[in-house]
């Protein structure tokens, strides 16, 4: 007969070898459960039976219906039972040596003669009839069987008998078939070659601490090489038997574990790259798929990420395709990772046929010579001095284009990774699909945006008589746009108006807010035809953002700036809701310009009065407008920054730097910036002096 269903993996025995055991063995074939082998020891328990004849023949006795009922449910589901509680034979069958108690496990295997029961019977008389003797012998009978029922439990795979000293005594599975190899009759280093160079160390380590006295349960799962030259996840298991105090032999199994380990490990990986949800932009989420799969998967992975905003790269005159190197991560004692330098490098032609094919590649190469040209000259060297031994090079794609793709090494003599590594690496970096296109979107929105924000903060005018500069920087911490934004405008009559502001957000939405803005207010200035000063106009333009609903909330300062006959010039300015002007005369003590504090800011209540405040400005002065960008430090005050800036802008001016030199220092002088940050700058001249 056959094995079938999850039997035909299980590796055939010798009933034969529990003919001297000291409990009773019994085997059965067949779903009408011949018997077909007993040992001696269950002939002294039970008494002799015939061979080849049913179960149910066999044990005729009144009680053997619920050992008849076991057999038939282990057969079917092919689950191992046990009567842990005491069985009573009468013993009346010709032979039997009469009332006898005793336990009883059943287990499913497969032999010589096919699918069957194996079943364990270990006589208990002695404990029920006698409380003393009972203690000493259960000891002893269930040493007995626990080292039995380890041994059946281990049929299926490969089951071992050592001694302390490393001398295999008995093997029994399929060892030769798994490795390829003849087994050795010692645990050796040459035994010690078959396993993984990454997990050596580990298995003597974790046999040493078993082996301590006492000694203790051994359980390890390691990387086996097969006879096909993979690696397979192998746990074995061992137990000490222990006589008198001192260990005698273990006995143990070797179980391929390599589908449940590899499907534990997916799990794993799938669960961390479910991190990149949180990614902000394109590098952040690469680098959390990097770090997701080192060490578990690969010793090291890079990401190289191809150019935005066109995604099929940069070819230089001469046809070579560039990357750049995103995000890289490494196990533990490999040497230290080249920074990202965020530099575009040529590739070779196997990342170029990986791009162009869209398919993954494995390259098996001796350790630390990969060959020239399969990626970045700085990720070669790189890989030389880390010993490399193998290179895969899997692509990401969305929409069916390849937009990056992940290089995992093999270092350190590591065997090349099989074929379920490659792919579950690629399962991965599939997984990243959907959280990566959406960091990408956001990633063009923010480019459009910070396209359309730079483009309208232009360059002031060229203004006689006067020296203007401004400045805008984005935040430090991160790309987003910001909703920051200035203008100057020369007006026909040689006046000047200045404007700086901030809207609500960060996004493509405010930065289209900001153009609206800057336009409407520039008309309103220029139409002369309606002559307004500085409130009014902002109060003009309050009236109309808010009926458009163009912006949920503005703060902005707006001042206008005409000349005086002696060469300084008269401003008069209103402040909606935004951090006062900074006065810097020619010498003395900068002040800040706050009036009776400002108005509110636009969008919020259009109908209410504004306030126009003025000053005169003597040759040498500077007006400085600005954002909060540049007075919000994290973990300071509002007004600690704004001493600051005084003081900085202050310094800058005794040391007789131009007016834009100025600007640029004092955005510069915030190192740690939450926000972005814009200032604009005027500063009256003498006449004939060029403005610098």
Known sequence: MSPSGSQANMSEFEPEVFDRAIVAVVLTAGPDHRLVYYNDAFTRLFGPRRLGAPAAEVFHEPRAARFIRMLEGVFRDHTARQATSPRTTEGTHPGAPGRRHFVYSCS??????????????????????????????????????????????????????????????????????????????????????????????????????AAEDPPTFFVCTSRMRTVSGEYRHVQSRAVPVVRDGVTEEWIGSSTDVEDQWHNRL????????????????????????AAAVVPELTDTCAVFMLPSPELTGTTAPDGTLTVRRVASNARPGLPPLPPLSGEMRPVGPLARRVIDSGRPELLVFPGGEPPAGAVPDVSTQWLREARATSLALVPILIDSTVVAFACAAGCQDSPPPGPADVELLVEVLHEVREPLRQAMELQRTRRTALTLQRALLTHPPEVPGAEMAAHYQPASRTAEVGGDWYDALLLPDGSVTLTIGDIAGHDLEAATSMSQLRSMLRVIAFDRSRPADPAESLAQLDRVADGLSIAPLVTAVHARLVPAPDGGWHAAWSNAGHPPPLLLPAAGPPRYLEGHGPDLP???????????????????????????????????????????????ARAARDCGVSLATLCAQLLAAVSERRDDAAVIGFRPVAAGRPAV
């Not at 390829?180 to 396993?195: F, H, K, M, S, Y």
């Not at 794993?268 to 959390?288: G, I």
């Not at 909060?628 to 509002?638: K, M, Q």
Request: glycine share 6%; aromatic share 6%; proline share 5%.
């Open 108 to 209: 499913p295997v497969v032999s010589r003669y096919g699918s069957g029961v194996l079943a364990i019977a270990v006589d208990t008389t002695p404990q029920v009839e006698a409380a003393r003797r009972a203690e000493e012998q259960s000891q002893e009978r269930h040493r007995a069987l626990q080292r039995y029922e380890a041994l059946m439990s281990a049929v299926p795979q490969i089951i071992w008998l050592m001694k302390p000293n490393g001398e295999i005594t008995e093997l029994v599975g399929g060892f030769e078939e798994f490795t390829g190899t003849a087994w050795r009759p010692v645990i050796d280093a040459e035994w010690l070659a078959a396993v993984h160079p990454h997990d050596r160390g580990r298995l003597v380590r974790t046999w040493k601490e």
């Open 602 to 648: 636009l969008c919020v209540a259009p109908a209410e009065r504004r306030h126009t405040w003025h000053q005169e400005l003597g040759i040498g002065d500077t007006l400085l407008l600005y954002t909060d960008g540049l007075i919000e430090i994290p973990g300071t005050d509002l007004a600690d920054g704004m001493a600051d800036l005084a003081v900085q």
């Open 266 to 289: 997916r799990e794993r990986l799938l669960a961390r790259v479910a991190t990149v949800t949180a990614a902000h932009d394109v590098p952040q989420a690469l680098a959390a798929v």
